[in-house]
């Protein structure tokens, strides 16, 4: 990122190849859908370019890199009222990437009422959970994103956690019902 | 009341969940208050299943369409840094030749009919050379018109062209900084919002200029631009803009960054 904020743009080919894929998969988490999670994605380079020099060299370039992408996804949050998960009929399933021959149906049934649960929670929990459990990000690097201490990123993440747990477990006894 | 061990506790089980977080000390600490801890265990037992099945989740995948997005965009970026290491073409040269063919043509056009009137010119005395300025202003005219076409493409990639070639203009004539005024309080895009306020700084003094953006602000609800059009007015020197800016201070859900820079602005321009 140094090279780019230095004004070599082509570096930022490099930059796209190793990040493009997890902010996608951010995106996508947070608003379930796949063409605004592209648009997002493609908005959060954009403004990479821009904002090069608000980069500072030995800046750990994930935290800067998703302080961004919160932003966009403000804006975007903003523009169409995220705060209202999507009906369930409005979500798009992701077909799995890795084959699960040996998945049972009810397994099958899990995961989507597990989709859901997350779909359900609020954007802020949500993006908690997203970060941790599927960014790879540290604790550290969450508390450099959310601007907050590590400490409190851990607390804040086994509330939302124990939040997803409570709905999922609501969501399972409404299915048997 | 909760024991305070049981919050410590909740904290590490956090932590557990993700490799590398926990230390040999801490771990140790959680592995004995769980064991000692029946309502932490059963929290742990049900939320460490949660977040292992949490990976079950499908990975989603970006389309192909993504990349050749990118791709486009990086390329139509970094076409000007290209150009400026071929040393063929002198720096004038390409910024006042436009990309799109059919301009190429009609600036060509344009450029042989200055050629002839130039030629003509000299044979016909002192009273025709108007002609020549005539022409030349056409050729003005038409790299207005290029600017002022690319900004309103429905591409926001063609649209920052269009900012980024209003912006390279020698002047910027009243119809660009029109169009660019326009971009500022009405383009869908980010990007082009902000690159247009770049490009505007040209004519920082320009009243117009200046009263649009006093209006555009309590609309804008972008941070960034916000933050944009604040440092416009502080650079232009705008102390009318004072009352407006003040206005946004004290809207309770402005971003803090905007706030604070806002606060700055205010007491500068009371200077």
């Not at chain 2, 705008?238 to 602005?265: F, W």
Request: glycine content about 6%; hydrophobic content about 45%.
């Amino acid at each position: 990122m140094t090279a780019v904020a230095g004004g070599d743009l082509h570096s930022m080919s490099e930059i796209y190849e190793r990040r493009h894929k997890a902010l996608f998969r951010f995106f996508f988490r947070l608003t379930g859908r796949q063409s605004p999670a592209e648009d997002l994605t493609h908005e959060v380079f954009l403004r990479m370019i821009r904002y090069r020099h608000t980069y500072q060299s030995g800046e750990m370039f994930e935290a800067w890199m998703y302080r961004i992408a919160r932003n966009v996804f403000a804006d975007h949050a903003k523009k169409h009222r995220l705060e209202i998960p999507a009906a369930e009929g409005q979500m798009e399933m992701v077909e799995s990437s890795r084959p699960t021959p040996h998945d049972s149906a009810v397994k099958q049934q899990d995961l989507a009422l597990l989709h859901r649960a997350l779909r359900e929670m609020p954007v802020e929990k949500r993006e908690l959970i997203v970060l941790s459990r599927f960014q790879g990000l540290s604790y550290e690097a969450m508390g450099r994103i959310l601007g907050c201490e590590s400490g409190t990123v851990k607390v804040r993440v086994f509330r939302a956690m124990k939040e997803m747990g409570q709905v999922f477990h609501d969501l399972r006894r409404e299915k048997a019902s | 009341m909760m024991d305070p061990t049981c919050d410590q506790a909740k904290t590490l089980m956090a932590a557990a969940w993700t490799p590398g977080e926990l230390d040999e000390a801490q771990a140790s600490w959680l592995r004995m208050h769980l064991a000692g801890c029946a309502s932490c265990s059963e929290e742990m037992a049900l939320l460490s299943n949660l977040w292992q099945r949490l990976g079950d989740l499908p990975v989603p995948e970006p389309s192909a369409a993504l990349r050749g997005r990118w791709e486009q965009t990086l390329q139509a970026l970094t076409v000007p840094q290209a150009r400026q290491g071929d040393a063929a073409r002198p720096a004038w040269w390409r910024s006042f030749w436009p990309a799109n063919p059919a301009w190429q043509m009609a600036i060509a056009a344009l450029c042989l009919a200055v050629g002839l009137g130039a030629g003509l010119s000299l044979h016909r005395g002192d009273s025709e050379r108007n002609e020549v300025a005539q022409l030349r202003e056409e050729v003005a005219s038409t790299k207005e018109m290029v600017a002022i076409s690319l900004l309103q493409q429905q591409s926001a990639v063609d649209r920052l062209r269009g900012v980024d070639y209003s912006a390279r203009m020698p002047s910027m004539e009243p119809q660009v900084v029109s169009a660019l005024v326009h971009a500022v309080n009405l383009d869908a895009n980010v990007n082009v919002r902000l690159a247009a306020i770049d490009a505007l700084g040209k004519v920082a003094g320009n009243t117009r200029v200046l009263e649009s953006f006093q209006e555009a602000l309590p609309r804008e609800d972008s941070p960034m631009v916000q933050a944009a059009l604040i440092d416009y007015l502080v650079e232009a020197h705008d102390r009318n803009a004072v009352g407006t800016i003040q206005n946004l201070v004290a809207k309770p859900d402005v971003n803090p960054t905007v706030r604070e820079r806002a606060t700055y602005a205010v007491h500068q321009l009371a200077q």
